[in-house]
């Protein structure tokens, strides 16, 4: 997982203890994460990633799993699904 999104995941993740590694398809609701935390969270990922996720992309299918998440930046900018394979 990339280490922004986890780090950005576990600001808002309440229910996941400190060290705990995230499944990434975990749903988002299990870790604690909130309707009023999603709307921050889209905040934060717009801000760390330079994307801009339209409206209708926020929906509870896209926000469902943080590979739900990583798939739609990668959708938004293609060079984060570059950068992943060049870590693999």
């Known amino acids: 997982m990339d280490p922004d999104l986890e780090r950005i995941l576990r ?24 309707s009023l935390d999603m709307i921050e969270l889209v905040v934060q990922l717009e801000g760390r ?25 990668c959708q938004l900018d293609p060079r984060l699904a570059a950068n992943e394979s060049s870590r693999l």
């Open 11 to 34: 600001m808002h993740a309440r229910f996941l203890a400190a060290g705990t590694v995230i499944d990434p398809d975990l749903s988002i609701a299990s870790l604690g994460v909130d």
């Open 49 to 73: 990633f330079d994307v801009e996720i339209p409206p209708d992309e926020v929906t509870p299918e896209t926000f469902s799993t943080p590979a739900s998440i990583w798939r739609l930046l």
